[in-house]
């Protein structure tokens, strides 16, 4: 069973960044699509960032020109940049594998999260 674990998570202020890592154990990453996902208090789950095994990407219009997402198959690590963050993107950050090549609504395991403030 492929296990996830989040870090880099914090408090941070209006327009600064942070980095988001995810480490897979117990399997690998490549070439299953990765996905970031975020839940802010009160609101559903959203689906923010998406890579396949291609390295192609897909972002939720939200966080586009804002966030990237990488990975690193030999680290069987991956990776979210969090750029010009903004109070609306406060929330709890989890990642995925998906249980599929491409991008697609089916996700096979899952972090347990890490949490962003941002205030100032």
């Known amino acids: 069973q492929l296990q996830l674990v989040e870090s880099g998570g914090g408090l941070v202020q209006p327009g600064g960044s942070l980095r988001l890592s995810c480490v897979a154990s117990?399997?690998?990453?490549?070439?299953?699509?990765v996905g970031w996902f975020r839940q802010a208090p009160g609101k559903e789950r959203e689906e923010i960032a998406c890579?396949?095994?291609?390295?192609?990407?897909r972002y939720d219009d939200s966080v586009k020109g804002r966030f990237t997402i990488s990975r690193d198959n030999p680290k069987n690590t991956m990776f979210l940049q969090m750029y010009m963050l903004k109070f609306g993107d406060t929330a709890v950050y989890s990642c995925?594998?998906?249980?599929?090549?491409?991008?697609?609504?089916?996700?096979?395991?899952w972090g347990q999260g890490t949490p962003v403030t941002v205030s100032s």
């Open positions: 995925a594998v998906g249980r599929f090549y491409y991008c697609s609504d089916h996700w096979a395991s």
């Open positions: 117990g399997g690998i990453l490549s070439p299953y699509a």
């Open positions: 890579m396949d095994g291609d390295d192609d990407t």
